[in-house]
Structures are given as C-alpha cells and as structure tokens.
C-alpha cells in the first residue's frame, strides 16, 4: 500500500560531546526515543564523509538532488525563497543594505534597523541598466535578493561585500577572461553606483539619521549564482511535495525543486518560532501530498550561538510540540526525523559530523532504544548518504519503480 | 580553533584470526587501546570496498586523491621518491638489476647484493637514445628507476621483467596501436640491449664474480607510469604537509602531492628500524606543519613474511616506542591510527578486509576501549572510505571550508 512521507529536520541538529554529553543527550525527548524504539536508526552523511554542509547544498542533498552537480551557488535559492521566478542563464545575488561612512563600512547590516528598506527596495527596483532586467526584492530584516536577466551573464565575478567592516566596500572583478564574466562585473559595479547615488539623499535615510539611525546608504551583494536547469520532484520521482519552512534559503531550495510552500503564521525560524501552528500545519499538508518537508531552525541558531541549554530546550520543545502530536496523529506515513548537518556547540558553526537519523514505518526496527549521535551510530541503517534517504523513504512508502526487471 | 592533525599509518596493519586471534587482538597494546577508549573508532577501506590497495592506491586515498583518477602507474611515485621531478607525460619504470645466465635470469635481484650498483648506475644513467632524455637512478638495494623524457611516449608498453626465474626476459611490447606505444617499447627494448652490452664486460661486474657474487648484468624494468597531473594538496585543502617514511614509493606517492619529505637516520622501513627517532620526528615536524604523516612498514614487512610473532611484536614496539609518547607529548591534535590495507598472515599478501582506525580529538567518544579489527567494528565511525579520511581529520581539526552556505 502507497503510504505519506514526512521527513523532519531539526536544522544543525548534530553535536559533539561538551563535558561527556550532547545536547540531545542531555535532552528529555520521549517521543523522540519512542520513534527510536519503534524504528530504525543510523548516522547519515547528508552531503558526503568529511564534508562541512552549508544549508543549501544539504537540503539538495536530502531532496535527492547532488549538489556536486545541481548546486550553482546561494543566489538563485535566496532568489527563490522570495518568491521570484528565474530563468535559465539568469544571475542572482544575496545582498545585504549596510552602512558606510567616508569610505569604511560602519555596519554591514545597517544596524539590522528596517525602517523604509521596503520603500528603498521599491526605488532600487527601478534601477535601470543598459541590455539587461534588474529586479531588486527585499528579504527579511535587511536582506534582499538582486538578480540580473540578460544575455551573455556570468556568475564567475566576484562580491561586492567585504565581509568585515571598518574596510571599503569592494569593486566586482571577472574571475575569467570571459566576455560575459566581464560584463557581469561590470553592470554589478554600475548597480552599485546608482544604488550609492539613490540612497545617499533618499528621505528615508534623512530620517532614519534624524532618529540616530544607521543610514541604509549601499548595497553589499555575496552568494553570487547561476540559474541552473534542474528537473522537478515530481518530474523525477512522481511524487507531490510541500514544504513548511520559515527560512528564505530552505524554501528557496524547496521551490527550485518544485516543491509547494506552505506559509504558516508565526514561524520566524528562531528559538521562539510558534512550532506548533508547524506541526498542525504538516498533519494538514499530509491530508494532500505525498511528501511532506518540515524544517525546523531553532536548535541551529541556538548551535551558532554556543548556547547549550537553548538547543536542549528547542529540542525538549520540539519534542513534546513536535513529534509528539505528529506520532500521535499522522498514521499511515513513513517519518523520518534527522539533522541536515551537525552544529557542534564547540565550534559554533556547521561540521562534517554524520547527523543521527531514525525511520518509523514498515522498517526493521532495531535495539535503539534512545535518539542520539551515538545510540543511532549502533543503529540498523549504519552510516548512510543524504542523497538517497528520499528513496529509501519512498521505498518504504511504496513508492518507487523497480530498476530494471 | 585550527588544530593539528597527525595520521600515523602501520603497513598493513589489518588481519584475520590465526588460530582465534589476530595479531593486533593478541598484541598487548595499551596506549592504542587508551587511544580507542578516548576517541572514535571504526572500520576503513581505504580504496573501495572488496578492493585490494597497493601500497601507492591506498596513500593516494589516504592523501584524499581518488586513484582511480590519480593513479597512472607505480613508475613516476617510485621516481619522485628517489628525488626526481618528472615532468606530465614522462614515462617512468622500477628497475632491477638482476642476473642473466644463457639467456635465463638465474636471480631478479642480482643476489640482493649491492656491490658496485651505485658505479653501474652512474654510467647506464649517460646511456643515449635519440630524440629522448634518459635518466636512470639507484634506489634502495638492487633497485632503480629509469625515466623516459620526451615528446610522444606512452605507457602503454609491456614490462621486460618476466616476474619470475629460469625464464628469459621479455621484449617490451606496445599494448595498442598508437605510434606513441611503438615508439616507447622500441626505446625500452634498445635501452635494455644496450644496458646488458654496457654490463657485460664491466669491470665492477669481473669483481663481483672474482668474489663469487652474481654479476648485475641485465636491467628488468616493470610498474610503468606516465606523469599524471596531480594538484598538491596545499592548493587543494590549503594546509602545509610533512611525510615521514622511510619507503621509496609512500615517499613518492607524498611528494608527487606536494607534501615536504623528512628524512629520519635510522628509518629502514622493516623490522628493526628506529621507530623511536620516527617518533621524535614526528613531534618536531607537528610544530611547523598543520598535517603530518607517519608511516610505518615493520608490519607489513611481517606479514608478507607470514610471521605472526614479528607482526604482534612490531605492534608492541609501536605501542610503546610510537603512541605512547605520542599521546604524552602532542596537544591541540586530531590523531588518527590505522594501516593502509590489510596484509594478513594466512596469506601473505595485501587483502580488501577493511582496516581498524581510530580517531582522538574533538569526536564524540564511542564505548570501543580495544583497538582491534573486530572491537572497531562496533565503533561510532561504522565504515568509512579511505579517501574520506583526511577531511574527516581536517573538519575535526576546524580547517575544513563550508561546502555551500
């Protein structure tokens, strides 16, 4: 029988001991280790043994895409997690509004303060630039999406945004000797400008410093990225899928995979995200897909943070919030609860750490009788790769075509 | 906060149970075993699964190069460990000198007897063949490596040593129908003619026999390779790397990858070598560079040679001449112990059973406390894949990139 699938992840999930436990060691989580009672667990490499996942190139990863040969860089997913449609060849960048003075970034996020970026990114839309579209939407907080559509663009150049402050902003250069690397550097430069030139007098920055304000007086642009083909879930496994995410760059990639997004009210990807309207959200969205995504942020940035105790509470709340009414109400359904990378505490940022990973559903169910990094590293599915948990999810879910005959 | 990573390898360390035991379980080990109850353990291929490495397959893998991209033949890693630079596309060869009566070898290694070889080197190193660039160099015993440099070669040609005795050597033979392969099995076949012209009355050679030594009188050549390109591993993972070893061909395999070579008095490669000035070495060069690599080859040579004793001795030494001190003096370290392949006893030669390796640094400790085969079995690495290997060290050591953002 044809069943639902439900992959959750609890983003930077995975850690390494601090004074002989981690987080999800020292975590009370009972309905997490009744999932590992009833399934099967293992430790999962999401993109590959040794390699440090950024979030991106994980969730490819776990969506059954390689990202050695799908991933182009950010751009094009920040692009899509605001909700714009690009085309093949189309270049995208992350930007970021910062303030500068007499030279120097004085804050690269110009003091996270959002006053008038809406209005600011309105104007800077309208931006124009000789033989190609520009669009310019804001993202959340001081963020925003730059893409370019055009012929002849180039992704190889080089970022605007020095990634320090008390420097200059940089100028793009080609990273090739390409016509089209050059003209990209190029109309990347001249935006800059006239974003420069439209900030410095706008109204909105007379108030903002009027206030004692940051000004939002440049544009920093990163994460540059090319636009590339890739075939829809749905094309390739024949399934529906939806996403329940509250960050720009999952649901980005979420949608580049053509998968459907699903807004939920009061999901901000913090500590404090309302999880369970996440949850009643994803009992809702199993009703009417096939697969369903549910990502959970908290414990990565309590990770970043170095905040044990935070992540042992996001993961005690996702626990109780979480997984306990989903076990409690979703039947029929393969569940598969991971990590998309591991975030030890001791290091603050993502590690090539497997994450520990369990499946309920028709499974052979093994001894592990506690979800963590080291009963789930004695788990029945071993040590298994990102790139095929959806078909192994889907074969239990009786989904998948046999290969050959 | 970058730390230092140390990989100490044991040749061959792998094995199966002779009698219900292998020499590693009956060993006594301590300081191995203090490894294993503090860092993370596992199993390890390092080629592939149900692959037999070579000693140079394996530290191609161990080094993170795919060999099966990386590895054209043992002729240009033995090359670059005697100290030759070799140009892409030079074809290079392992050479012995050897003993020919009435046109049948009576010994491939000229009686293992090094009486003269240095002189006879010298003089079939000036040996001219038109339109190419002859360099043929001593290595250790009766060995050599000859070079061929020049334009449209390949190595795609038989080798002339018949691999056995009582048999005549063999003509080189192209191995397809390239004009390249015509041309270089040609240059070979003159090459070996006028070697054995060159040796026949030679002066070094009446000595030898006036001394009833077997003359070195032909030159077998075999292990063809032409110069791959490989990127150095500083340009590819960014970190400064130092080989200790004491075999010509892990010598070469680690200079062919930009690694710096540090010669140790008293090294020998077998049995008997000063495995504590190793040691010393190796604390030295962990100062200077972020990567060091240790080799060890006692065992191995024990393996080959079905000495079950000698092998479990050669692990005590290294227990307590090598790890011991190790563990005592090293701090701010990602250490790794395990073998490049298994060698076992019963039968004499390279097998594809995994090799037990452990890990100490920042890891999430597992409940192995021996480091044996079957106790890594049970670790929280489960199976890795060699060319993995050094990521994994490096993302613990925090000197890994995010792969996407």
Redesign the interface.
Known sequence: MKKKSLLIVCDGLGD??VNGV?PLEAAYTPNMDKMASEGICG?MDT????????????HLSLFGYN?FKY?AG?GPFEAAGVGLTLKKGDVAFRCNFASIKDDKIVDRRAGREEEGLSELSREINNIKIEGIELIYKKAAGHRAVLVLKGEDLSSNVSDTDPEGEAIGYNKSKPLDDSAQAAKTADILNEFTQKAIKLLAEHEVNKKRTQKNKLPANIILAR?VGMKASIPSIKERLGISAACISATT?IKGVAREVGMDLIEVEGASGHVDSNIKAKMRATIKALKKYDFVFLHLKGTDEASHDGDFESKKNMLERIDVEVIGPILNDVKDCTIALTGDHST?I??R?????PVPIVIVGDVREDKVKKFT??EC??GGL??IRGLYLLNIMLDISDRVKLYGA
């Open positions: 390494r001991p981690t430790l993109v590959l043994m040794g390699v440090r996942p950024g979030s991106d190139t994980a990202p991933y950010r994460g760059l030890p001791s290091i940022q993502h590690s090539a750490d990094e080291r590293a004695g071993n040590r």
